[in-house]
């Protein structure tokens, strides 16, 4: 991945520099380090910047390869939201790139995720998705917490859903959070831990 060194007087300038120089606006790079330098006369600051394009270019070539290592072609698409990275997956295997309950899909951002961490010191958001698979789970989760709250509402008997991971159930947890006659709580232990839907 490409990285750029600045030095200037201080942070300020530094950054001023970099930005005229690269020809971007500041949402567009990330500050990956500040070394302050300390000599007899003067002191400056030196700061390695690194673009979001960059990033992007290496995640994308990455992936890819990984992929080409499973011998699956793909197309990425890529969309940047705030300090969020988005890459969505479209191939002819997707089934094998989801897996079950989008274990394969999570694992892959998982991997992508610790090869930036080695040379980005920054926190990348990334978010990988395989052909809008995330949207129709979240729009499942939805119909399944609305239609199991109902059903807890109305017989008053505690309901159990599969184990879920992290995000998900804070999925579930946000749907039914001001919900007058339901309140929900997971229980179990990683990897099962699952939403328990309990009547009021």
């Known amino acids: 991945m490409k990285k ?13 520099k970099a930005l ?6 500041s949402d567009k790079i990330i500050i990956n380090d500040i070394t302050e ?11 390695e910047v690194i673009t979001i394009q960059d990033v992007i270019s290496y995640i994308k070539s ?3 390869e990984i992929l080409d290592l ?3 072609k793909a197309n990425l698409e890529t969309k940047v939201r705030e300090n969020r990275i988005e890459i969505k997956i479209f191939s002819d295997n997707n089934a094998i790139l989801i897996g079950k309950n989008g274990k ?19 926190k990348i958001h990334l978010i990988i998705d395989v052909e809008n698979y995330k949207e129709k789970r979240i729009r499942n989760l939805e119909i399944l917490a609305k239609k199991t709250a ?4 109305k017989t008053k008997v505690e309901t159990k859903l599969d184990s879920m991971n992290s995000y998900e159930r804070r999925i ?9 006659y339901v309140y929900t709580e997971s229980m179990g232990e990683e990897p099962n831990r699952y939403v328990v839907i309990k009547p009021r």
């Open 20 to 25: 005229y120089e690269l020809g971007l606006s």
């Open 172 to 180: 579930i947890h946000n749907i039914l959070n001001d919900n007058k």
């Open 70 to 72: 499973m011998n699956i």
């Open 37 to 47: 330098k300390n000599g007899l006369l003067k002191k400056t600051v030196s700061i």
């Open 4 to 16: 750029y060194i600045y030095e200037e007087k201080n942070l300020e300038l530094a950054k001023e």
């Open 104 to 122: 394969n899909m999570q694992a892959l951002q998982t991997i992508i995720r610790q090869i930036l961490k080695k040379d980005i010191k920054e």
């Open 150 to 153: 109902r059903e807890v509402a």
């Open 62 to 64: 990455t992936l890819l």
